[in-house]
């Protein structure tokens, strides 16, 4: 089922988004929250802090898992995952350290690191909220438009668009790391919840033929069609296409 909540600005969705996911880690403290990078997750990063230092959330029990890292970049990359975490979210708020979990981008063996993070995703037993942006080219976690529906963590390669796009964090296209680690379709489809965060215009085509189009893994975003609960909060930019 899918319930679309809009909102005039992006800022206002991250408010609510928020909400919503300190609703779960009230209901579950030891909730397992999957997270996304990206601008897209930002303003709810910041509001979920904003909760906890005011005092009316903590993050003591949860657990997090990350959908995907770049492969080749350190930790301490400031363009990794990890340190996007660190920066924006984990060093803030009372999650534990050992609670927090990416794919490592330095594995000498990127097969092993698959299957060890598969394992830590499966050793919760459960996903409650799985948080997720989209790609201009329907991608979500790093699971690019291909012939098939990825089940497990994988090593995939970017398409040019998805280089293009992530080149505004570095300093120039080059720069971009052209492989990921990423959690598998299969994976993210098992979260209970899905909470899918679209924001402006270069998001409005793929949003829509993402939730109103035809399922296929050519557009990876289109499976959430078959999710058990998927919120989708966008701004009024990303919703232009499918208000037509
Ligand atoms: C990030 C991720 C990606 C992004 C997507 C949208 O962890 O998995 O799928 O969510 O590329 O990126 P932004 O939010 O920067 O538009």
Do not use: W
């Given at each position: 089922m899918i319930s679309i909540h809009e909102f005039k600005t992006a800022k206002e969705a991250g408010v609510s988004a928020a909400a919503l996911v300190a609703d779960v880690v009230r209901h579950t403290p030891d909730a397992v929250l999957g997270l996304a990078t990206g601008s897209s997750p930002l303003d709810m990063y910041a509001e979920l802090i904003r909760l906890y230092r005011e005092g009316s959330l903590s993050f003591a029990g949860v657990r997090t898992v990350n959908l995907d890292e770049y492969v080749g970049l350190a930790p301490t990359h400031d363009q990794s995952y990890?340190?996007?975490?660190?920066?924006?979210?984990?060093?803030?708020?009372?999650?534990?350290?050992?609670?927090t979990n990416l794919p490592s981008g330095l594995a000498a063996d990127p097969a092993a690191e698959c299957a060890r993070y598969d394992a830590v995703v499966s050793s919760?037993?459960?996903?409650?909220?799985?948080?997720?942006?989209?790609?201009?080219?329907?991608?979500?976690?790093?699971?690019?438009?291909?012939?098939?529906?990825?089940?497990?963590?994988?090593?995939?390669?970017?398409?040019?668009?998805?280089?293009?796009?992530?080149?505004?964090?570095?300093?120039?296209?080059?720069?971009?790391?052209?492989?990921?680690?990423?959690?598998?379709?299969?994976?993210?489809?098992?979260?209970?919840?899905?909470?899918?965060?679209?924001?402006?215009?270069?998001?409005?085509?793929?949003?829509?033929?993402?939730?109103?189009?035809?399922?296929?893994?050519?557009?990876?975003?289109?499976?959430?069609?078959?999710?058990?609960?998927?919120?989708?909060?966008?701004?009024?930019?990303?919703?232009?296409?499918?208000?037509?």
């Open positions: 990890a340190y996007f975490m660190h920066h924006n979210l984990f060093d803030h708020i009372d999650v534990h350290p050992e609670n919760f037993g459960r996903l409650d909220l799985q948080v997720l942006g989209i790609g201009n080219n329907g991608h979500i976690g790093f699971n690019e438009p291909s012939d098939s529906f990825s089940k497990g963590t994988g090593l995939v390669h970017l398409t040019a668009s998805t280089i293009d796009a992530n080149a505004r964090f570095f300093a120039s296209r080059a720069e971009v790391p052209t492989a990921a680690l990423t959690m598998g379709i299969g994976q993210i489809l098992s979260a209970e919840r899905i909470l899918l965060l679209a924001f402006g215009e270069k998001k409005a085509a793929i949003l829509k033929e993402a939730l109103y189009g035809p399922v296929t893994p050519q557009v990876p975003a289109s499976i959430l069609q078959f999710a058990r609960q998927v919120d989708v909060f966008a701004d009024e930019a990303a919703m232009q296409v499918i208000h037509g």
